[in-house]
């Protein structure tokens, strides 16, 4: 198992003798995949401690299939930029730091980074209930073969419950995970077959789905939402009715290996935050949205206010397209048109849960796939900062 970080330095607070930490939540737009000045003007600010970072996900502005390489573009420069500051060669900073980069910002999504930190809290705990609580893990690094396949399903898992453990959480608390797994490249392909093995798919995008459901089996086998006696090879994108409500997977060229950031509100941590989320039924599932606010801890009436939806500070939305390419008993052309309906869900889901919270600056991810959330629809995770 790769190691993973426990914590970053700082002044220490106590509640009944169990050490608080603070999570921080920092988000900023990007002009293309390798701005990184927003990020480097809140380290010169002091408002972000690099030994403190645990998680960067970030929405890049490529085509989200196998050859968007703004995803490893990204990752490159926050690796640098990260290193730099720790002392680290680029390399080792994704065996410290999750990386999620997801491609893709079709519509009038913005192209953005969520920088998540953690650190002993600094005075004594408020009081004030459940806070945002955020843990990583890390699976070994996989072959070709093991991609989309049980293997991966179990390394997730392990990394699902290392995360656990680190975020300080238990399953029930637990709002939200994101991970970021590989994918299969043609040169991938031609490795495994030089040594005799056989791979998931020979269709590289294909492989994509493969490996979302795959992880995402495995988060909710982590956090004992799935029983393993229902797993095995054959069920990977074929059952719908293995989801885990909670995970929201993502592949790129840019790993072998599987990177899990959970997501929950703890007693044992401090701070402004807190998350909520929901289960979308389908892509244009608004209600959903405004269900995962009132989860956050946001109170509102009907539709939400400007003065609500100002106090959210990030949101993640995975959209599965439903197989049958019908929504709410219509036929679209989401599964037959030339982008197999990645790009264009992305676009539907980012405008639905943007409409909702008036920003275009939203994760939405979405595609073919299974296992994310309810097939055909998906689900949506909100933070919210208040007192």
Not at 98 to 122: D, I, K, N, Y
Not at 309 to 337: C, E, M, N, W
Request: aromatic share 4%; charged share 20%.
């Amino acid at each position: 198992m790769i190691p993973r970080i426990t914590g970053g330095p700082g002044p220490s607070g106590e509640k009944g003798g169990i050490q608080m930490r603070e999570v921080g939540v920092h988000v900023f737009p990007m002009a293309e995949p390798n701005d990184l000045r927003p990020f480097e003007a809140l380290i010169d600010r002091g408002e972000i401690d690099p030994r403190t970072v645990v998680a960067i996900i970030t929405k890049t502005e490529g085509n989200g299939r196998v050859n968007d390489f703004s995803r490893p573009f990204a990752a490159h420069v926050l690796a640098e930029l990260v290193g730099r500051h720790l002392g680290l060669a680029p390399k080792a900073v994704p065996n410290r730091v999750a990386l999620v980069m997801s491609g893709g910002c079709e519509g009038v999504m913005t192209p953005h980074a969520v920088v998540f930190t953690r650190r002993p809290a600094s005075g004594a705990a408020t009081g004030a209930g459940l806070r945002l609580a955020v843990g990583v893990g890390f699976s070994r690094e996989m072959t070709p073969e093991e991609v989309g396949t049980m293997v991966q399903v179990e390394l997730t898992a392990d990394a699902t419950r290392a995360a656990l453990k680190d975020a300080e959480l238990t399953p029930g608390e637990v709002k939200f995970v994101q991970t970021k797994g590989p994918l299969l490249t043609s040169e991938r392909i031609n490795e495994a077959r030089a040594r005799g093995k056989r791979v998931v798919t020979s269709d590289v995008v294909r492989s994509l789905g493969f490996s979302n459901g795959a992880s995402a089996l495995g988060v909710g086998l982590g956090l004992g939402l799935i029983s393993r006696e229902r797993l095995r090879d054959e069920v990977i994108c074929q059952d719908e009715t293995l989801w885990c409500e909670v995970a929201s997977c993502s592949a790129g060229v840019e790993t072998m290996h599987v990177a899990v950031v959970v997501m929950g509100n703890s007693a044992q941590a401090t701070g402004p935050y807190r998350i909520g989320h929901a289960v979308m039924q389908d892509l244009i599932d608004a209600d959903a949205v405004r269900a995962a606010m009132g989860d956050a801890g946001l109170a509102f009436d009907g539709v939400p206010g400007s003065e609500v939806t100002g106090q959210v500070v990030a949101a993640f939305a995975k959209g599965i397209v439903d197989p049958s390419g019908r929504l709410r008993g219509y036929r679209t052309t989401l599964l037959t048109d030339s982008d197999l309906g990645t790009r264009p869900a992305r676009a539907v889901l980012n405008a639905v849960v943007g409409s909702v919270l008036r920003t275009p600056m939203v994760y939405a991810s979405a595609g073919w796939g299974y296992h994310q959330g309810r097939t055909g629809g998906g689900l949506v995770a909100v933070i919210a900062g208040g007192a």
